[in-house]
Nanobody, 124 residues
Framework: QVQLVESGGGLVQAGGSLRLSCAAS????????MGWFRQAPGAERVFVAA????????RYADSVKGRFTISRDNAKNTVFLQMNSLKPEDTAVYYC?????????????????WGQGTQVTVSS
């Protein structure tokens, strides 16, 4: 099991940037894929981005492609989500998750552990 703690959320104006971090504890961090999901008020949680354990493979939701970048530092047991050109529709609670296996997935069922979430609010 991997324990996850997100940080870096906050309030930003449209067009601005934020960098989310997710610190993981547990010996299996470097061998599993990691992902970010988000849940807007009144909506279901949806996939944002994922990265495989070897960092060479990433996947993004169409809504964030070209604006968000997922990366990981296995030496520091940390995964990041760099968010640029933020829009009001990016407002949500962002969750970090660790997968059951080494390769990324866009499905929640592929992820075994979840953080508590960090709020991102983008004002217009």
């Amino acid at each position: 099991q991997v324990q996850l703690v997100e940080s870096g959320g906050g309030l930003v104006q449209a067009g601005g940037s934020l960098r989310l971090s997710c610190a993981a504890s547990g010996r299996t961090f470097s061998s599993v894929a990691m992902g970010w999901f988000r849940q807007a008020p009144g909506a279901e949680r949806v996939f944002v981005a994922a990265i495989s354990w070897h960092e060479g493979s990433t996947r993004y939701a169409d809504s964030v492609k070209g604006r968000f970048t997922i990366s990981r530092d296995n030496a520091k047991n940390t995964v990041f989500l760099q968010m640029n050109s933020l829009k009001p529709e990016d407002t949500a609670v962002y969750y970090c998750a660790s997968a059951r296996g080494a390769y990324y997935s866009t499905s929640e069922s592929a992820f075994a552990s979840w953080g508590q979430g960090t709020q991102v609010t983008v004002s217009s």
